[in-house]
């Protein structure tokens, strides 16, 4: 079996208190210069934020640098400053373009930043698309946030960073091709393996000199997709690694194997419950391989007559320029001539500016809107569920993970009301989940992934999962493999030396940039809404106005004694 360390057991002698330096700044000259060093500044005890720092005696890299997403406690973080000095990193690794990893690069670049951003050629096509419009994102919901500001009397706040900033960071992007060696660093070799995940997406493999001179591999995996894909190609990896950094979104998660056929047929049984002569059905779906899929199977089962002919409304000005991109690339998809021409269906509508998306809301009949942000934190689904989760006759399909303290994982859980801009609404929508269309690899497909990667006496770091996902995850692989590496779980901020004898804990000097139990986990700006919420109910329920002035009365009561 194979022994799993969490983060509480940290040796007796090494404060709790952890500084976020990296490790050359803790020991110029002297340990770091000879020992490489990896640092975990996102991604850890959480699904988004991925941000990895890897020093060696060749320089400094990260790998992926991405947008925290969640509850607004975790989102702070994309506004501080970031655990390391921009300017002293060489460069950055990128595995794929999802902003929760890639979504920070432009504020780094702003920071100070000067190196190259190496990474696939379909990655940075997509970035070219998915960053400006982060900035823009960014843009607006501050203005928004500062109009509200000025009514309240709060002080003013600054974008993470802008459209502008994102278009200048483009220029640093260096493409290089799947399974091809190259060295951003002196010492130092490179090469990107098919992730599977969307398009261009990678692991990355990276060989560099170790603490005893001899060669020391490690191997990121990214986001791994499932073992059958839709659209991308099967994905490819070394084997023989000495360091192991897996991904775990769904270490939790056994899915059933499913065909086309049966995902189809699944999918059509969701929009045909859905179908009312008013009704609307409700996609939120990630911009970038996800919409297209929903796309080409709803278009196919159109064409089959399995589904009557609808409308499907894709209203994301991201998700169609991401479409152009896939459009480009359609040669390196599985069967890219079937998706080309099912994106280019008559029934297929894109709403690119803003009264384009309102009129949605005004059309008669069935319709079929598939709108980002997946998760519904942000973007023009948004809009949609503001104007329709009220209504019985429209149903709200997720369609991939919902992270904790999103208005999605809210939807999931079975909320009966949450609040929107400041509003309540009350959930009257049917709320469905469909996972056929993740582009994660399940527990069992990352447990197998990770044994086959042969990490004989090595170390495996489980990264980029809620707590749940990470604990199975561990015990899957502990019953594959026997005997097996030593597993880590790390924590926000957290640094290990990779010597030789095995990854060692550094010893911090500052606290973390966020207490580890607030990580992965609702904060105080859920359960403050979810309170206004529960005392609405009861105020509704109760019946008279004697009655609320009572509930009112020991609500006060509580405030006073606090």
Request: aromatic share 6%; net charge negative.
């Amino acid at each position: 079996m194979s022994k799993t360390v969490w983060r509480s057991d940290r040796p007796s002698h090494l404060s709790a208190d952890r500084s976020y330096r990296s490790a050359r700044l803790l020991c110029p000259g002297h340990e770091a210069s000879m020992t490489p060093s990896l640092h975990f500044h996102g991604a850890a005890g959480t699904v988004t934020g991925s941000c990895a720092l890897l020093e060696t005696s060749g320089g400094r890299m990260l790998i992926d640098c991405g947008m925290f997403q969640g509850s607004k406690t975790l989102k702070g973080l994309n506004y501080i400053p970031f655990p390391f000095r921009p300017e002293s990193v060489d460069c950055v690794l990128l595995t794929h373009a999802h902003i929760d990893h890639s979504g920070l690069i432009p504020k780094l670049v702003r920071d100070g930043f000067n190196g190259p951003v190496y990474a696939t050629w379909g990655t940075i096509d997509l970035c070219g698309v998915m960053l400006p419009d982060s900035g823009h994102i960014q843009e607006a919901e501050v203005e928004m946030l500062n109009q509200r500001n000025r009514r309240r009397g709060r002080p003013q706040v600054t974008p993470i960073y802008t459209a502008a900033d994102a278009e200048a960071t483009l220029t640093a992007f260096r493409a290089e091709e799947y399974e091809n060696w190259f060295e951003p660093l002196a010492g130092v070799r490179v090469r990107f393996w098919n992730a599977g995940h969307i398009l261009g997406s990678a692991s990355i493999e990276i060989e560099l000199a170790g603490e005893d001179g001899r060669p020391l591999r490690l191997l990121f995996s990214g986001d791994l997709g499932p073992d059958v894909g839709m659209l991308q190609s099967e994905r490819r990896s070394p084997t023989d690694i000495d360091v192991l950094v897996c991904e775990a979104t769904y270490g939790d998660v056994d899915r059933p194997a499913i065909t086309p056929e049966a995902r189809r047929e699944h999918l059509a049984s969701e929009v045909r419950q859905a179908m009312t002569p008013q009704g609307i059905l409700i996609v939120p779906a990630f911009a970038v391989e996800r919409t297209q899929e929903l796309i080409v199977d709803l278009v196919t089962l159109m064409e089959h007559g399995t589904l009557p002919l609808s409308p499907i409304y894709l209203d994301s000005p991201l998700a169609i320029r991401a479409t152009d991109v896939f459009l480009r690339h359609h040669a390196a998809l599985d069967d890219g001539p079937s998706f080309a021409r099912a994106l280019r269906s008559t029934q297929v509508h894109f709403a690119e500016t803003a009264d384009q998306s309102r009129a949605i809301d005004d059309a008669g009949g069935f319709r079929i809107v598939i709108a980002a942000s997946g998760m519904c934190d942000a973007g023009r689904v948004r809009h949609h569920l503001k104007h329709h989760l009220w209504n019985p006759a429209a149903t709200v399909l997720l369609t991939g993970f919902q992270a904790q303290g999103t208005l999605g994982r809210l939807l999931q859980e079975g909320a009966k009301a949450v609040r929107i801009q400041g509003e309540e609404l009350r959930v009257r929508a049917r709320i469905r989940m469909i996972e056929d269309y993740s582009g994660h690899a399940d527990g069992p497909e990352l447990a197998q992934w990770i044994a086959d990667r042969r990490p004989d006496g090595g170390a495996v770091f489980l990264t980029h999962g809620e707590r749940p996902a990470l604990a199975a995850l561990a015990e899957r692989v502990g019953h594959l493999l026997d005997p097996s590496p030593t597993m880590l779980r790390p924590q926000i901020d957290d640094g290990y030396w990779l010597r030789s004898t095995g990854p060692e804990l550094i010893p911090m000097a500052q606290r973390p940039r966020i207490r580890p139990e607030a990580v992965g986990t609702p904060d105080w700006h859920n359960e403050r809404a979810r309170l206004l919420l529960d005392l609405d109910a009861r105020l509704e329920a109760a019946g008279h106005d004697v009655a609320r002035s009572a509930v009112l009365h020991r609500l006060r009561r509580t405030l006073d004694e606090g």
